[in-house]
Structure formats: C-alpha cells, structure tokens
C-alpha cells in the first residue's frame, strides 16, 4: 500500500528558532499533500494544502508567514515553523493524495511531536 | 511488520446499523484512534480506546480487544450525512500514528 514518510519524528527545540519537517511519498506521486495539526484529544486541524509547484493555500486564522509550506517535487512537502513558540508545541501530520485512486484517497504519515521550550 | 487493516469500502442501508472492522498488529500499542472525514474535508475525531470494552458516544461506539489486535467501530440508526470515510489509527510505542487505508462507508436511502 501507498506509504507516507514524515521526518524528524520528534523534535524539541528552543523557542524562538525554526523547526522544518518533512513528508514524503514513497511510492506514489503526490500532486496535493495536506498539513495537519492535532492538539492532545483534539481533531486534526487542516493548516494548510500544498500543491506541487505553486504556492501553498492556508486554511482561516493559519499563519503564512509562520508555517512555510515548500512543495517542490510530486514526493515531497516541507513545513518550517519560524520562529516557534511554546504556544506551537503541537502533533503535526501531513497527508499525501494518490491521484491514481478512483476515489479520493488521503494517506497519512505516522506526524511529528513538536515540543518548544 | 506494521499492518493495519480494515475494509476498502461498505454499503448500508439509512435507519440500519453497520460495523467497521479494523485489526492491526505493530510495535506496541498507546491507543486505537476512529476518526470520519468527509470527502474534501479534514478527518473528525470520533473515538479513542486504549483500554479493553466498548466505548459508547451517542449513535457511535467503538470496541478494543488489545489481545486480539482488533477493534470495531458501529454506527446505530444510519443517517445519509455518516457517508463518509471511516479510518483507523493506532499510536505505537513511540507515539507514531499508523493509519489504515480508510472504509468508504455508503449509504441508501
């Protein structure tokens, strides 16, 4: 089956300095990838959607110019938090879609734990 | 290996009830997650079990046996809005999400 790889999958850093993950399609081109965030006992949230080779479209109340969003080849989408703050300790999941499948398909990636300090 | 299955897609009828398998078997095990997402949307958090029974919510309710690997989701009094999908996600021993592919639940009228 279709595999999503995201990387680090943990990370702490001081606040204040940036933290960028990575998430990969392995085997499978992904014209769309999808950024989430999940607070503890909390749904996913859509940050954002990352389209391959344009810029990237923000859902309400996400900041651009503190989540850059960087899909620069069909497997692969970045997400740097600039400038993190406690407040952005968080789960971040991105989600990759087959664009083969007949029906629209989403495959997940195990997330990233960000913890600022 | 990590495996998470469940099945590709389901049809019921409006007004009945359906059940959504779902086994597993990976590195540790810190809680079985059901969430809904609709087509185009963001997955909805429906249900968390990390510990034996059956957990109910409303028309919803999820069931967890760890020994077996294996869980349930059912859904009472169908309604046309629970088209959707249904995915399962277990936490592993290092707090990894690992998904299933997602059932495609329809309903008829």
């Known amino acids: 089956g279709a595999v999503v790889s995201q990387h680090p999958s943990r990370v702490i850093c001081k606040s204040g300095t940036s933290v960028k993950i990575e998430c990969r399609s392995l085997?499978?081109?992904?014209?769309?990838m999808f950024w989430y965030r999940q607070f503890p006992k909390q749904s996913l949230m859509l940050m954002a959607t990352?389209?391959?080779?344009?810029?990237?479209?923000?859902e309400q109340g996400v900041e651009k110019d503190k989540f850059l969003i960087n899909h620069a080849s069909l497997t692969l989408s970045t997400l740097t938090v600039t400038s993190a703050h406690p407040e952005d300790s968080s789960f971040y999941i991105c989600?990759?879609?087959?664009?083969?499948?007949?029906?629209?398909?989403?495959?997940f990636g195990p997330g990233t734990r960000l913890l600022v300090l | 290996g990590q495996n998470i299955d469940q099945p590709t897609e389901m049809t019921a009828t409006e007004g009945a009830i359906v059940q959504i398998n779902c086994t597993y078997q990976?590195?540790?095990?810190?809680?079985l997650f059901w969430y809904q997402q609709h087509a185009g949307e963001a997955p909805t958090f429906l249900s968390y079990?990390?510990l034996d029974g059956l957990e109910e919510k409303g028309r919803f309710s999820s069931f967890l046996s760890r020994s077996k690997g294996y869980s349930y989701l059912l859904l009472k009094e169908l309604q046309m809005k629970d088209s959707a999908s249904y995915l399962c996600?277990?936490?592993?021993?290092?707090?990894?999400?690992?998904w299933g592919a997602g059932t495609k639940l329809i309903i008829k009228p």
């Open positions: 990352s389209n391959e080779g344009s810029k990237a479209t923000y």
């Open positions: 990976t590195s540790g095990f810190n809680g």
């Open positions: 079990n990390v």
């Open positions: 085997d499978f081109q992904a014209t769309t």
């Open positions: 989600s990759a879609k087959d664009e083969e499948r007949e029906w629209e398909t989403q495959y």
């Open positions: 996600a277990i936490m592993d021993s290092n707090y990894q999400l690992i």
